[in-house]
């Protein structure tokens, strides 16, 4: 069989599956069997997931711009981080052939903010639609990212992150085993945008503190004089959250 007939006839999960065991590396996804606290899957890794929140907050207040005048609308959400997550983190790793096609990666820009907007549309109107699952990645093993920076979570965002904002963003704390999917594979590299975010947004040390203290609700960070200090009971909890500051306080403006 073609691989456009192979691509007809099995859906497309199926393909990702069978691509996955092919290298090597089989999964398989689960439904949510437990309550998974937001903050330990989005912090201290996924720092895009914080920059969706706060793009569908200031939607909330653009709503009327929106519908009445996209073209300035456009403008406005292209001198914020989610234009930089877009353009940095989003295309280079989904669709990098965009960046070598300047009317494609506009189409696409575009095409984004309405789909944002949609997916907001609909969660106001009828709420999480379960139909609809985020999806949860994890390993048998879990691997160092190349960014060097470990962690002791299991469970890491994976599909499905504009929901999971919309989510944040309207004051839930926790993925109900309805709202959520797992996807076990036998070895996980988590993805880590955190450091690269921090630093082609210019984030302020307090949004990024907050951030890190929202995942460690335990820990109290702060630097001085270029050193980070973290105040925990637990020590092994002070231990990891002082190594991740310390990985990210090089891209923090002038170290915090």
């Known amino acids: 069989m073609s691989w456009a007939k192979l691509k007809r006839a099995v859906p497309e999960r199926r393909r990702q599956s069978l ?24 912090s201290p890794l996924r720092y895009d997931v914080m920059i969706r929140v706060r793009h569908f907050e200031r939607h909330a207040e653009r709503r009327d711009l929106f519908a009445a005048d996209f073209d300035a609308y456009e403008r406005l959400v292209r001198d914020e981080p989610y234009f930089v997550w877009f353009e940095r983190s989003r295309v280079p790793v989904w669709w990098p052939w965009l960046l070598d096609d300047p009317p494609a990666f506009e189409r696409a820009w575009r095409e984004r903010l309405r789909a944002s907007a949609a997916l907001y549309d609909s969660f106001e109107s009828g709420g999480f639609d379960p139909a609809h699952p985020v999806e949860l990645y994890a390993g048998r093993r879990v691997r160092q990212p190349a960014t060097g920076r470990r962690t002791s979570r299991t469970l890491f965002a994976g599909d499905g992150n504009h929901r999971l904002a ?64 973290v105040e925990a009971d637990d020590q092994a909890v002070a231990a990891e959250v002082e190594a991740v500051v310390t990985c990210d306080l090089p891209s923090l403006p002038e170290g915090a």
């Open 19 to 42: 691509r996955s065991a092919l290298r090597g590396n089989p999964y398989r996804v689960t439904p949510g069997r437990e309550r998974v606290r937001i903050a330990e899957i989005v």
């Open 166 to 229: 919309l989510l944040m963003a309207a004051g839930h704390e926790f993925l109900e085993p309805s709202q959520h999917r797992v996807r076990r594979y036998v070895s996980l590299v988590p993805a880590d945008t955190t450091g690269l975010l921090v630093r082609e947004t210019g984030a302020r040390w307090q949004d990024y503190r907050s951030f890190i203290e929202h995942g460690y609700p335990s820990a109290r960070v702060d630097v001085c004089d270029g050193r980070v200090r």
